[in-house]
T-cell receptor, first 116, second 114 residues
Framework: AQSVAQPEDQVNVAEGNPLTVKCTYSVSGNPYLFWYVQYPNRGLQFLLKYITGDNLVKGSYGFEAEFNKSQTSFHLKKPSALVSDSALYFCAVRDGWNQAGTALIFGKGTTLSVSS | KAGVTQTPRYLIKTRGQQVTLSCSPISGHRSVSWYQQTPGQGLQFLFEYFSETQRNKGNFPGRFSGRQFSNSRSEMNVSTLELGDSALYLC?????????????FGPGTRLTVL
């Protein structure tokens, strides 16, 4: 079965410092991986995705993520955090070989808090 | 392009009632999925529609149902509401049913069951 783990409920970082939000996944086939961000009382906003190819994926708002097949990880990173990055971040996966449709399996979410 | 829209944004119902939520996808998007978000269970997949056909269904009881119309708009219905159905219901659309397409989410409908 597919699953996603976000081992940290909360990540605290000072403005200007690099940030990392961790994600590991489990699928039986090739993973399609996604990161979303959710601000209070809002829906989810798409940040970036990994389908195939280069392991370093660049996305919106200066975020990037590194796919590591051997460690089954897809960590979200940003070189310099902003206070406005404070939000709830979700990692999600689809199994590329599973023919059962396009359902996203989400992690529990990680709250990012950036202090000024 | 306008984003995914969901109506209503907020609903208050009592146990035993039924409710219908509506979702209009991004223009040109033909796939619509629904998710339930709660503090305890997180984000859980409800169902997915493409070209008016349900392609996939999550592990929810039969009280939860949905449909998609020819213009790709979608509705979900919950009958015989229970307190545990209180949640944020999110609709997401994507261009096609292909797995590499990202989904774009609406703002959600906040359902409170009293």
């Amino acid at each position: 079965a597919q699953s996603v783990a976000q081992p940290e409920d909360q990540v605290n970082v000072a403005e200007g410092n690099p940030l990392t939000v961790k994600c590991t996944y489990s699928v039986s086939g090739n993973p399609y991986l996604f990161w979303y961000v959710q601000y209070p009382n809002r829906g989810l906003q798409f940040l970036l995705k990994y389908i195939t190819g280069d392991n370093l994926v660049k996305g919106s708002y200066g975020f990037e993520a590194e796919f590591n097949k051997s460690q089954t990880s897809f960590h979200l990173k940003k070189p310099s955090a902003l206070v406005s990055d404070s939000a709830l971040y979700f990692c999600a996966v689809r199994d590329g070989w599973n023919q059962a449709g396009t359902a996203l399996i989400f992690g529990k979410g990680t709250t990012l808090s950036v202090s000024s | 392009k306008a984003g995914v829209t969901q109506t209503p944004r907020y609903l208050i119902k009592t146990r035993g009632q039924q409710v219908t939520l509506s979702c209009s996808p991004i223009s040109g998007h033909r796939s619509v999925s629904w998710y339930q978000q709660t503090p305890g269970q997180g984000l859980q997949f409800l169902f997915e529609y493409f070209s008016e056909t349900q392609r996939n269904k999550g592990n929810f009881p039969g009280r939860f149902s949905g449909r998609q119309f020819s213009n790709s708009r979608s509705e979900m219905n919950v009958s015989t509401l229970e307190l545990g159905d209180s949640a944020l219901y999110l609709c997401a659309s994507s261009f096609s049913e292909k797995k590499y397409n990202e989904q774009f989410f609406g703002p959600g409908t906040r359902l409170t069951v009293l």
